[in-house]
């Protein structure tokens, strides 16, 4: 017995200080979030390729092409001149070679404004073994906010969580990035001295408080996240690149409320409408952030009860119940496919980041959406 917890000890001790390198790397403490974390993906550009997948409708010149043949800089093919060719796209050269009037096409060149909205909500402020949630969702944030800064493509977009929402114009160059940072940054503290107020004063006046109202949190989280997904459709000019990085936890609560999908929530979630209105115009890509703790309970090799809380509510779990942990396993992983169908029928191209490990370590795995 003896030996066995000095074997459990020594690996919860490895443990941590594996995440404190991890961390160290960052430079983050996992928890609160720095500006300085956040400009150090400026170098990690390299990661990820923001290349346009979908046919652009922009109205704007740009930096890239159009699938649509007109004016512009970039050469697309030479053909015979045809009835109604322009005749100053005539190319004399090749006219000149062949002795027939050949005429040259062009690609249009576009703008792609890049809009990204990131959730910062109470139920992103958790984290089991390395980064909250909410940290985790500023770093992808931050990581394609730069390399659209390379691209020079204009930036900007929402930062908002259940109480507010911060509101960026697209900007170019630099000051678009660090403006957009700075949003991420101000209101992440913000959300973040709120919980712990929150937590103080629950923890002084009614420590052993159990209330749990599911259904009232889940109308208030989905109400704030229908409220976003509207605001991104009105800011989601046609031909733009729209990332939203969340959890998803509202349209989650609502699956887990209704587990045998008695109503069509695509119809009843009206998130889900205006997400599907801005992929019919613009590129939608959703991050889906998690949490290792929300895919799996921790393994043990004795049976503990153990209570979660977020100073609110409270659950008890039992660890080291081989059937417990089955079917909370099983149970997470359909709530998340269900979530993930409801989103790509939505038509969003889908990415999972986990919380749980750095996000350059899960790119260089190529676990994500690295160049393809």
Known sequence: MWFRQKNASSKQDASAVNCQAQLASINSNGVELA????????????????????????????????????????????????????IRAIDWRVTARTGKTHTKLFREELERPVLIATDLSANMHFGSQLLF?????????????????NR???????????????????????????????ALTSLHQYQYSIQNKAVTEQSANNPSSSNVNTSNLSANNLGYFNENCARIRQLAKPGSLVYLITDAQPIKD????????????????????????????????????????????????VKLNVTLTDGNNRQQLTLGDKNTASTYKQQAETVFEQCSKLLTKAGARVISFSAGQTLEQQLKDGMLFCKK
């Open 35 to 86: 500006i300085t974390e956040l400009i150090r993906y400026q170098n990690k550009t390299a990661l990820i390729d923001l290349s346009a997948r979908k046919n652009i409708h922009g109205q704007m010149s740009g930096n890239y092409l159009s699938r649509n043949k007109g004016r512009g800089m970039e050469v697309d093919e030479v053909r015979h001149y045809q009835t109604g060719d322009d």
């Open 133 to 149: 949630k909410s940290v985790q969702a500023a770093h992808v944030a931050s990581l394609v906010a730069w390399h659209a800064k």
């Open 152 to 182: 020079g493509d204009r930036l900007g977009g929402i930062v908002f969580n259940q109480h507010e929402h911060l509101e960026l114009k697209p900007r170019s160059r630099k000051e678009g990035v660090l403006h957009y940072l700075h």
């Open 254 to 301: 609502m699956l887990i409320n209704n587990p045998q999908q008695q109503t069509d929530l695509s119809q009843e979630i009206s998130a889900l409408r205006h997400l599907t209105q801005i992929s019919q115009h613009c590129e939608l890509v959703i991050c889906l952030i998690t949490d290792p703790l929300e895919q799996e309970l921790p393994a043990s090799s």
